[in-house]
């Protein structure tokens, strides 16, 4: 129907994209197809939106909701939702999703090329030639074999399924800790991470933070862990007590880490750049073209689905 000043009217969708000045929507651009977006909290379409989407870890909090009366649907971005105040949603009736399995090939695929990279250090030998200690020095030291290596995967979830596939691939034995046990998997399991680092000479870290995930990682399931252990983290930066970490790796008493999170980003810990068993990465692990591809289609079908009260497809 046309109005008086002759524009068709707009039957979009009314979105709010919720995000930190330095966090973009990949390929927003397929959104506007289907719905009508703004970005700002004190936009006069904020009194009437139904539903967001919160790009990376950008906090939707309670004041936030506060300015956002009509909404029903916050739509995340990311696996993990530690950045969105999920007991004020769920208080005011309004439903959260996250990424779902979008991310999860890619950063198994990361996981396991930092645990390579730390195992047979790939990225030191790199900096080794680069640098022309190659005919000054000789050989580079050697490195470890995967293969057979005890990998304990923290938080069996749609990513930590992911890993143990790749890791029993390369003929690894896996066992897990998880929240419960999972009835339909064979991997030895754990009650808690401190005998499951008993267990093992590897750990991956890929659950979800919470306030009981909080520096699951410590100062004791690092000891257990051992002085050959390695621990990879792809999950978020605090499951790690990173102070604790950090001496360990200093002083010897654990094998390597390979890290692509962090407590305080982009602060990363000065004493780690030094060391050549330590492999650094800048939360890059879920980062593929074809990640975010997988992503937007998530978004626009969790979209779709509400504005059509139809069930969504990644209910968290």
Request: proline share 5%; net charge negative; charged share 20%.
């Amino acid at each position: 129907m046309a109005t008086e000043d002759n524009e068709v009217e707009d039957h979009r969708p009314l979105v709010l994209i919720h995000h930190l000045p330095s966090f973009k929507l990949p390929l927003q651009d397929r959104l506007i197809t289907h719905f009508r977006l703004f970005d700002s909290l004190a936009s006069p379409e904020a009194s009437s939106v139904r539903a967001l989407i919160c790009v990376g870890p950008t906090p939707v909090t309670a004041d936030n909701l506060d300015h956002l009366p009509s909404l029903r649907l916050v739509v995340g971005s990311s696996a993990g939702l530690d950045h969105v105040d999920l007991a004020e949603c769920r208080r005011r009736g309004i439903s959260v999703t996250n990424s779902g399995d979008a991310y999860s090939e890619n950063v198994a695929d990361y996981a396991v090329a930092l645990l390579l990279d730390v195992l047979r250090r790939v990225s030191a030998a790199d900096r080794f030639v680069r640098s022309g200690l190659w005919p000054q020095m000789g050989e580079y030291p050697l490195g470890c074999k995967l293969g057979g290596k005890r990998i304990g995967i923290v938080g069996l979830g749609s990513i930590g399924s992911e890993v143990a596939k790749r890791l029993v691939a390369f003929g690894c034995t896996v066992a897990y800790n998880s929240r419960n046990k999972k009835p339909s998997v064979l991997y030895p399991y754990y009650a808690n991470v401190h005998d499951l680092a008993v267990n093992s000479d590897v750990l991956i870290v890929c659950c979800a933070l919470t306030n009981e995930t909080h520096h699951i990682i410590n100062k004791d399931v690092l000891t257990a862990l051992g002085r050959e252990g390695v621990i990879i983290n792809v999950g978020r930066g605090a499951l790690v007590d990173e102070k604790e970490l950090v001496q360990f790796l200093v002083q010897g008493e654990i094998g390597g880490a390979g890290l692509d999170v962090f407590e305080n980003e982009p602060n990363v810990p000065k004493e780690l750049f030094a060391l050549d068993n330590v492999v650094l990465s800048p939360h890059l692990a879920v980062s593929t073209p074809e990640s975010f591809e997988a992503l937007n289609e998530l978004i626009i079908a969790n979209l779709k689905a509400f504005f059509s009260n139809k069930p969504l497809l990644s209910p968290f």
